[in-house]
């Protein structure tokens, strides 16, 4: 079992329940306990389309089996589960599950790249973090 951080995030639709739907499921993913969640904090958008609604983030401390690659594709389920539709980069959406940090990994691929690459850059990545590290 590995320790792993991952960022959530949601500017559409109900903001806290659609994150409180993703952390239920996450949860529920093979070989997978949600350890903690920070607090949720609201922040403008960066990047992306002017005039999106404001999001709310989060971060969770999870334990999981499930290898990087396997990881990421259970979050992209959740994701589209929850209504996320692929559009374009930094666009408004139900839910973002990022894995911030898997172990003491550091990967870097086309499909994963950790640490993941901008979190330090983004406070609203690094306050919630901070709250579960």
Known sequence: ?????????????????????????????????????????????????????????????????????????ALKSIEKELGRKKSARNAARTIDLDILLYGDRVTGTKRLIIPHPRMFARDFVIKPLAEVI
């Open 1 to 73: 079992m590995e320790i792993c951080y991952l960022g959530v995030g949601s500017n559409l639709g109900n903001r806290r329940l659609n994150i409180k739907q993703a952390v239920k499921k996450i949860n529920l993913l093979e070989e997978t306990r949600v350890l903690k969640q920070s607090r949720l904090i609201q922040t403008e958008p960066v990047g992306g389309e002017a005039g999106q609604p404001k999001f709310l983030n989060a971060a969770l401390k999870i334990s999981t089996g499930l290898a990087p690659l396997k990881l990421l594709k």
